[in-house]
Each structure stands twice: as C-alpha cells, then as structure tokens.
C-alpha cells in the first residue's frame, strides 16, 4: 500500500471521505510520536488520531508537514475533553493552531459529559462545524441511547462514534444499531480487548501468512468498522498497514466474531 488512493474509505455527511485505516496516537510523546506518525505515512496510513488530552498534537501536526505528503490527503482526527465543555471554540482554536491546520476533518468529543451537558455540547459542535471549523463531528465513547438523544434535541446524528472495539467485543446488535443510526463505528484498542494468542485467529493467520495483529486489523476494515491501531514499533507500524494483500473468507469472519459470543 503506497498511496491514498488503494484505501478503502467510509463516507461521512457532507461527502466526507474517511479511510477505514488509521493511526492511533495515544500513549505516543516527544521524539517518538513524531517518528511513529512519520514512519506511519510513509507505511501509506492516511488518517491520524489523536487528542487534546494525548498532549501530542504539535508533534503529530509537525510529522504531518514534514512528511510532504498534501494536507488535504491526510484525514486528521481530534477530540475534545468532556472537561472543556463550555470552552469548545477555545479548544478547537488551540488543536487546529497546535496541529498546524485551518480545518480538521474530524472532531469528536471524547466522552459524554456528565448530564445535561450532552445536548448543549453537541449543538456548539454543530455550530462549529457549520462555520468550517471541521469537516465533521462526532463523539466517542457514548452509548446507543446518548446518541438518541442527541438527535431527538437536534435532528443530527453524529457522523462517528468511537468506541472500544475487537473481535471479544463483537456485539452484532450494536453494529446493527448504529447502522440504523447512520452512525460509523470507529473502533480503539484493537490489540488490548486482543488475545494475540488466540488459537482462532492464529490459525487464521498462518493460511494467509500473516499476523494475528494483521487479521484483526482486516477484519475491522472487512466489516466496514474504523480501526486505529496504535504502535511506536516501526516493524509493526508497518505491518498492522500491510493488510490490503489477503481478504478474510465469510467463514473466517464468523470464526472471529464468535470471540465475542
Ligand atoms: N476515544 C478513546 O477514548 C480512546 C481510548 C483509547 C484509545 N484510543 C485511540 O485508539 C488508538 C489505539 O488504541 P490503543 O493505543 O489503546 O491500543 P492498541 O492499538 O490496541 O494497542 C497498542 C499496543 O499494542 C502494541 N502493538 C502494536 N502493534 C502490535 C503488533 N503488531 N503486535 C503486538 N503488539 C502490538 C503497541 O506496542 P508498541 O507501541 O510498543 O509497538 C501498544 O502497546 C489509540 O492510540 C488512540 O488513538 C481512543
């Protein structure tokens, strides 16, 4: 995988174009979040994840300028703490100017604020988009039911919802829900909810002659679910990206959502 162009996206309103891989950020800081996210571009991931609260956007908007690949070619991800409600437009202000952009393409709240904050938040997010801010909003971390009632206050879902997500937490009822919702999963910590030990995806692994990490991440994209591996290893940055050679038969998929049942 060398460019933009072989990955698969999901899109987002407004004709958005999401890619399915991206890189997780958390836990990355100093030097080696700025190496991880160099060596992750030239690996060919097109979409970053980070945070306010990750303290690494500088570093992770710095990679992104030195890499020369062109801003609108990367999709950049951001969350607001739910701490910051109320101070939303400083916040964004703070991450755009931090990440070294005018627009992110994804900002997300990165936890349901405690109640009635909720709604209020979600319609300064809204206003923020409108004004060109960010391409899209979303939120993480919220249950079915939060998301209801964000669009019975404001008629809007949110575009993404970011949650923990791997083959034990496969949940058949959730996907479905928030396909009902129009609402994309985005899955985190792929490895951590991950047994790599697993004696169904290593023998999956071993008929595509891959890794266990690899089949999880193919699996996530195979499924239509957003995943953002994270890794400061450049052998495995580059390998949890090295999943667009092999596909998962229906059977295999079944073997690896039964983990979660
Ligand atoms: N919205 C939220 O609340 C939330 C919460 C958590 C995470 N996230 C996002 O999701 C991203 C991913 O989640 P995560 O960082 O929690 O966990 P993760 O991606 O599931 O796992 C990262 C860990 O797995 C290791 N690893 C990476 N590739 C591997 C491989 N091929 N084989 C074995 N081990 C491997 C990494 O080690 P090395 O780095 O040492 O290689 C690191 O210790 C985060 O970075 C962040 O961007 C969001």
């Given at each position: 995988?060398?460019?933009?162009?072989?990955?698969?996206?999901?899109?987002?309103?407004?004709?958005?174009?999401?890619?399915?891989?991206?890189?997780?950020?958390?836990?990355?800081?100093?030097?080696?979040?700025?190496?991880?996210?160099?060596?992750?571009?030239?690996?060919?991931?097109?979409?970053?994840?980070?945070?306010?609260?990750?303290?690494?956007?500088?570093?992770?908007?710095?990679?992104?300028?030195?890499?020369?690949?062109?801003?609108?070619?990367?999709?950049?991800?951001?969350?607001?703490?739910?701490?910051?409600?109320?101070?939303?437009?400083?916040?964004?202000?703070?991450?755009?100017?931090?990440?070294?952009?005018?627009?992110?393409?994804?900002?997300?709240?990165?936890?349901?604020?405690?109640?009635?904050?909720?709604?209020?938040?979600?319609?300064?997010?809204?206003?923020?988009?409108d004004a060109g801010q960010t391409r899209a909003i979303g939120v993480s971390n919220y249950s079915l039911a939060?998301?209801?009632?964000?669009?019975?206050?404001?008629?809007?879902?949110?575009?993404?919802?970011?949650?923990?997500w791997g083959p034990r937490l496969w949940d058949t009822a959730e996907v479905q829900g928030h396909h009902e919702r129009g609402v994309v999963l985005e899955g985190y910590s792929p490895f951590k909810t991950t047994r790599l030990g697993d004696p169904v995806l290593n023998r999956i692994a071993e008929t595509h002659r891959v890794s266990p990490a690899q089949v999880v991440v193919r699996w996530h994209i195979q499924h239509g679910i957003v995943c953002i591996p994270k890794s400061v290893t450049p052998a495995r940055i580059r390998s949890n990206a090295d999943v667009f050679g092999f596909e998962l038969s229906d059977e295999e998929i079944a073997a690896i959502d039964a983990m979660g049942q």
């Open positions: 995988m060398s460019s933009s162009t072989a990955q698969p996206t999901v899109t987002l309103p407004g004709d958005v174009r999401m890619p399915l891989l991206g890189f997780g950020t958390w836990q990355a800081h100093g030097e080696s979040a700025h190496r991880a996210v160099t060596v992750a571009i030239e690996a060919g991931y097109r979409m970053i994840d980070t945070a306010t609260a990750y303290g690494n956007e500088d570093l992770v908007g710095r990679a992104i300028a030195d890499s020369g690949v062109p801003r609108e070619d990367i999709f950049i991800t951001t969350k607001l703490p739910a701490e910051r409600v109320g101070r939303e437009q400083r916040t964004i202000d703070e991450s755009r100017q931090m990440l070294g952009v005018d627009q992110l393409d994804l900002w997300l709240i990165h936890w349901p604020p405690s109640r009635g904050g909720l709604v209020d938040t979600w319609h300064r997010m809204i206003e923020i988009r939060q998301i209801d009632e964000l669009i019975a206050a404001t008629g809007e879902a949110p575009a993404v919802n970011q949650i923990k």
